[in-house]
């Protein structure tokens, strides 16, 4: 059963702080991987995708992916209490379906 | 670019009615289109995809004749709930994966019923 993992949280962090974001999963046949963000009772917003190994930066926000060790982030610099909601890392092994993990909820405290 | 949209956003049903959800790709043509359900504070489950003209997969445990897939054209696929019972009471969020970059899924912004 392919798989993605996350800690469910909640994560708190200060605002201005780094907040870090982990993921790992079980399919290594595994191509795409993307991070969304989940404010309560709206749906996911795509924010970030990474298909190679590396880091990916973008404004704030910075995905890294580490297929040999099946782990992929998402760090968040200098975090805003906007910035407080479900983030929910997914992957996919092209032409299947995404997999999505269980989201990590993310506090940031003003 | 990229945005889907859902109709209605909210609906409420009397238990055995059945309800249409329209799901649609505004600026694009849609590859696949995948139907998720989600309850109060649980991750997103799949229920469904569907690629146009073709008849959808669900997966486990979903039944096929309850929530009914039709994927008529690139942009348009919906969802209907029929013989809703509270318990099918959820939030329904739809996506697609456009035919140019089929690499990324763009989510509706959801829809959610409550069956009384």
């Known amino acids: 059963q392919k798989e993605v993992e996350q800690n469910s949280g909640p994560l708190s962090v200060p605002e201005g702080a780094i907040a870090s974001l982990n993921c790992t999963y079980s399919d290594r046949g595994s191509q795409s991987f993307f991070w969304y963000r989940q404010y309560s009772g709206k749906s996911p917003e795509l924010i970030m995708s990474i298909y190679s190994n590396g880091d990916k930066e973008d404004g704030r926000f910075t995905a890294q992916l580490n297929k040999a060790s099946q782990y992929v982030s998402l760090l968040i610099r200098d975090s805003q209490p906007s910035d407080s909601a479900t983030y929910l890392c997914?992957?996919?092994?092209?032409?299947?379906?995404?997999?999505f993990g269980p989201g990590t909820r993310l506090s940031v405290l003003p | 670019g990229a945005v889907v949209s859902q109709h209605p956003s909210r609906v409420i049903c009397k238990s055995g009615t059945s309800v249409k959800i329209e799901c649609r790709s505004l600026?694009?043509?849609?590859?696949?289109m995948f139907w998720y359900r989600q309850f109060p504070k649980q991750s997103l489950m799949l229920m469904a995809t569907s690629n146009e003209g073709s008849k959808a997969t669900y997966e486990q445990g979903v039944e096929k004749d309850k929530f009914l897939i039709n994927h008529a054209s690139l942009t348009l696929s919906t969802l209907t709930v029929t013989s809703a019972h509270p318990e099918d009471s959820s939030f329904y969020i739809c996506?697609?994966?456009?035919?140019?970059?089929?690499?990324?899924?763009?989510f509706g912004p959801g829809t959610r019923l409550t069956v009384t």
């Open positions: 600026d694009f043509q849609a590859t696949t």
């Open positions: 997914a992957t996919r092994n092209y032409g299947q379906n995404f997999v």
């Open positions: 996506s697609a994966t456009s035919t140019a970059n089929s690499y990324e899924q763009y």
